[in-house]
């Protein structure tokens, strides 16, 4: 039963990208998949890696996870090689890609805010260790990020599924920061990656 509704939320999220990649812009949720969320889908997930390599002179590396599961969009960061003490911006970018990496889709801060609703930079971002590293774990409820893209960017989504089609995580990029800026130009990066078991 377990691998029967883990295949399922696979199957859902890989209808979800087939439909994004058509550029269809209506019909996204597909109505017969099971999703994160649902009543009695507790045990299914989707479940994202990212490897962040350095960019340019820095030596900064980290790890990303992001899960979505019961309704709950959690992302965990474990980097080494940030700046020592200092509150290191980081963030979801909209491109597949790292160059250019584009826009930001989600500040990776305390309330994983998005733009327009939470700054990109600032204390909000964890703060490394005086060895360089950060540890960061956030989570926020799929429901109140919907109320988020509603109220900041006046976007609409009727359903969590149709969240997780914008949001489209396999097709992104993720960033670490310097502190200090402008321009606070990126010192690592990596994409997305859809793990299925
Ligand atoms: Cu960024």
Do not use: W
Request: net charge negative; aromatic share 6%; hydrophobic share 40%.
């Amino acid at each position: 039963m377990r691998n029967r509704s883990i295949v399922l939320a696979g199957l859902a999220a890989g209808a979800v990208s087939l439909v994004v990649a058509c550029g269809a812009d209506t019909a996204i949720a597909p109505s017969a998949a099971r999703m994160p969320g649902d009543p009695g889908d507790a045990r299914d997930r989707l479940f994202y890696q990212v490897k962040l390599e350095p960019l340019g002179d820095s030596r900064a590396i980290a790890m990303l996870m992001i899960d979505v599961v019961g309704g709950e969009l959690r992302v965990r960061v474990h980097a080494n090689g940030v700046e020592p003490g200092q509150p290191i911006p980081q963030h979801i970018h909209v491109n597949p890609g790292c160059s250019p990496g584009g826009g930001i889709l989600l500040n990776l801060d305390a309330g994983l805010t998005i733009p327009g609703e939470g700054p990109g930079v600032g204390p909000s971002y964890p703060t490394a260790s005086h060895a360089g590293v950060v540890n960061y774990e956030a989570t926020r409820s799929l429901a109140d990020l919907r109320d988020a893209f509603e109220t900041y960017q006046s976007l609409v989504f009727a359903t969590d599924a149709d969240l997780l089609a914008y949001l489209d995580l396999e097709n992104r990029n993720a960033h670490m920061h310097v502190a200090f800026g402008p321009p606070f130009p990126a010192v690592n990066c990596g994409e997305v990656v859809e793990r299925v078991n």
